[in-house]
């Protein structure tokens, strides 16, 4: 049987079959979370569809097995697809006492036959889960901070909602980190957004080409924005700077990351260590000179900021720095 993800996250369904699919896997995350991990926190297991693939004896054994303290198992199995069929199906005809199976795919095609078993079957729940459009991200951006308390300007909003490209997890992301922000604050501006955000200069800075390009082209950059990241792309290769010659001294990536001051968010660890292992001490005190340049150059030639931004950050993800 087939229904939107609106009602499932809405409506109580006794069914203990689920299938949810899609590109939104941020959306799934919280429905899954919410409907179901929360309601079965102490009796859930999660599993790849790998793991079950390549023991299945062991897997059949877990779904009958049931300790005395347990009264409803929850099963859920990522990345689900085509191949899992026939178990899945097998599951569902002996229909199984106290469990509950949800199966987290990601986009299935019409043809599938494990999106088929689960529309056809009339004990079964398929839950398509599309992309989120900007104003649906835009909805709960407002609704966080309208919870939070906390003052935003719509164009804020609007920027947040646009680093996120479509994608609910994403969105969660960076609200994450705003929230860790706001600890003993009431309010937040674009600025602020620009830095705590992940955009082009943290791409660039982590030499990744493609996602620095995708970055770009799926923002429209107005003057003021241009300023804004060019100066929080200062701002996070002095940090570099700073970072490298830690490492550098020490050896530890790792103690040079939990160590460092203000604290980098630990979302962002990841990327930074990147960027340390991809430039030199050297060569990152000369990138902060040509930043300094480069933003004279967009306030000097403004009806040219975006062209000349876009140039310099694909420039520098693309140039070898070590």
């Known amino acids: 049987m087939i229904i939107k993800s609106f ?41 790849d569809e790998n793991e079950i693939l390549n023991n ?3 897997f059949y054994n877990e779904l009958i097995s049931k300790s005395f303290f347990e009264k409803e198992k929850l099963i859920i199995i990522n990345r689900a697809t085509d191949k899992i069929k026939d178990i899945i199906e097998e599951i569902i005809e002996k229909n199984i006492s106290d469990l509950v199976l949800v199966l987290n795919s990601n986009t299935l095609i019409k043809k599938s036959k494990l999106r088929n078993l689960f529309e056809k079957n009339k004990h079964t729940i398929c839950v398509p889960f599309y992309e989120d459009n900007n104003q649906t991200l835009s909805a709960i951006a407002s609704l966080f901070f309208r919870e939070k308390k906390i003052s935003i300007s719509n164009q804020t909003i609007n920027l ?3 680093r996120s490209r479509g ?16 600890i003993d ?12 955000t992940n955009l082009a200069e943290d791409s660039c800075l982590s030499k990744n080409k493609k996602k620095t390009i995708h970055i770009l082209n799926e923002n429209n950059y107005s003057l003021e924005d241009c300023i804004l990241i060019i100066r929080s792309m200062l701002m996070k290769s002095k940090r570099l ?54 933003e004279l150059l967009i306030k000097k030639y403004s009806a040219s900021s975006v062209n000349i931004l876009s140039d310099f950050i694909i420039e520098q993800a693309t140039s070898t720095s070590n």
């Not at 919410?34 to 999660?46: A, N």
């Not at 501006?189 to 705590?196: C, H």
């Open 185 to 196: 604050k009431k309010k937040i501006n674009l600025e602020d957004v620009i830095k705590l």
């Open 241 to 294: 700077i700073t970072l490298c010659k830690k490492a550098t001294l020490t050896k530890d990536i790792e103690t040079v990351l939990s160590s460092f001051k203000p604290p980098i968010f630990w979302k962002d660890k990841e990327i930074v260590k990147q960027q340390i292992n991809s430039w030199s001490c050297e060569n990152a005190e000369k990138l902060t000179y040509e930043i300094n340049e480069i």
């Open 7 to 47: 009602d499932l996250n809405k409506k109580s369904f006794k069914e203990n079959f689920y299938l949810l699919y899609g590109e939104n896997q941020g959306y799934k995350d919280q429905i899954i979370k919410s409907k179901f991990k929360d309601k079965y926190s102490e009796c859930t297991y999660s599993y």
């Open 56 to 58: 299945q004896e062991s």
């Open 160 to 162: 947040i909602t646009a």
């Open 167 to 182: 994608d609910r997890q994403n969105l969660n992301n960076e609200l994450e980190k705003i929230e860790s922000f706001l």
